[in-house]
C-alpha cells in the first residue's frame, strides 16, 4: 500500500506541479492509499501475487511544455520506488552504524526485505515499454507526433503482448530473467552503496 500510494502520489504531484491539476481536483494528490487502490489490483495482489494501482489521471494538454512534463510525470512514480529502497536502505544502515541492529525484532527486518524487493521491482517493472506501464509512456512522450499516432494505434495490443509475456511460458524469456537478474542487482547496487 505505501508503494503505490507512493508511486501514484508522485505521479500527481509532478503533473500538479507542471500546471495539471487533474489529479488534484479527483483527490489523488494525497498519500493516502484508499484513494489510490485498484479493487480487482488489489486483491490479486493477494491471489496472484501481482496487482496494480488506479492510474492517475493526466491531462498532457494543461502542460506548457508537454513532451518534458510528460516524460517526468511518468518517471516520477518508477523514482519515487527507487528513492523508497534507498529510505529503507538508509534506515538499516543507522541501526547498523549504531548498534541497534542486534535488538531489531525479525518482523521489522523482514517488512524491510519486503518493502525494498517490492519497490525495486516497481521501479524496474514499470520502466518496461509496454502499455499502460510508466516506460511506455516515456517513449510514448519522446516520440514524434507521427509515430505517437501510429503507437496510439497498437496501444491495446501492446497490451495483450504484454499480459502474454507475463502470463504464459513466455515469461521466462522475458519477465523472469527481470525478477532474477535484474532487480537483484538494482537493490545490490544500492546495498553496496551503503554498506
Known amino acids: 500500500m505505501i508503494a503505490f500510494a507512493v508511486h ?77 529502497v534507498f529510505l529503507a536502505f538508509a534506515i538499516w544502515y543507522i541501526f547498523v552504524t549504531l548498534g541497534l541492529a542486534p535488538g531489531v525484532p525479525d518482523f521489522f527486518l523482514d517488512f524491510l526485505n519486503i518493502f525494498i524487493g517490492l519497490n525495486a521491482m516497481l521501479f524496474v517493472f514499470n520502466l518496461l515499454p509496454f502499455p499502460p506501464l510508466d516506460g511506455y509512456r516515456i ?8 509515430i505517437r499516432a501510429k503507437m496510439t494505434q497498437y496501444e491495446a495490443y501492446g497490451s495483450i503482448i504484454f499480459l502474454i509475456l507475463v502470463i504464459t511460458p513466455l515469461d521466462q524469456y522475458t519477465i523472469q530473467p527481470i525478477f532474477y537478474y535484474l532487480i537483484p542487482a538494482v537493490t545490490d547496487g544500492i546495498y553496496n552503496l551503503f554498506f
Do not use: C
Request: net charge positive; no cysteine; proline share 9%.
Open 8 to 84: 501514484e502520489f508522485a505521479h500527481a504531484w509532478v503533473a500538479y506541479k507542471f500546471g495539471d491539476p487533474t489529479a488534484q481536483r479527483q483527490g489523488r494528490l494525497t498519500l493516502n492509499p484508499i484513494k489510490h487502490l485498484d479493487p480487482l489490483g488489489t486483491i490479486l495482489i493477494f491471489i496472484a501475487g501481482f496487482g496494480w494501482a488506479r492510474p492517475v489521471p493526466v491531462n498532457r494538454f494543461m502542460f506548457k511544455n508537454p513532451k518534458l512534463a510528460g516524460v517526468l510525470v511518468s518517471v516520477a512514480g518508477p523514482v519515487s520506488n527507487l528513492i523508497l
Open 139 to 146: 517513449i510514448e512522450d519522446l516520440a514524434p507526433a507521427d
